[in-house]
Nanobody, 124 residues
Framework: QVRLVESGGGLVQAGGSLRLSCAGS????????MGWFRQAPGKEREFVAT????????YYVDSVKGRFTISRDIANNTVYLQMNSLKPEDTAVYYC?????????????????WGQGTQVTVSS
């Protein structure tokens, strides 16, 4: 059974940092791209960041460029999202996802497995 489990969410003040982790099991995720998405109340789930199978390529939504960093530990089937300089508008449930292919991907349909999500709340 394929599983993705996110952790590391929480409540933080604006300007603070959080590091999200996503542990995968049931599949060799090292052969696939990974991504982070987020969904705020009343809004569509949106792309945040993605990393290719070997970590060579990364892409970010414009609103987080320079503040968030995606990385992966291939040996441990884990992907991370380091979030710095957090803003209240970053408040959302953050989801980890495993891609259908090895290239970094920004669209939801390009992902085949999803975690249950972790809440990130940034207070002003």
């Amino acid at each position: 059974q394929v599983r993705l489990v996110e952790s590391g969410g929480g409540l933080v003040q604006a300007g603070g940092s959080l590091r999200l982790s996503c542990a995968g099991s049931g599949r060799t995720f090292s052969n696939y791209a990974m991504g982070w998405f987020r969904q705020a109340p009343g809004k569509e789930r949106e792309f945040v960041a993605t990393i290719s199978w070997n970590g060579a390529s990364t892409y970010y939504v414009d609103s987080v460029k320079g503040r968030f960093t995606i990385s992966r530990d291939i040996a441990n089937n884990t992907v991370y999202l380091q979030m710095n300089s957090l803003k209240p508008e970053d408040t959302a449930v953050y989801y980890c996802a495993a891609g259908r292919g090895f290239s970094a991907a920004t669209a939801r349909y390009e992902y085949s497995y999803w975690g249950q999500g972790t809440q990130v709340t940034v207070s002003s």
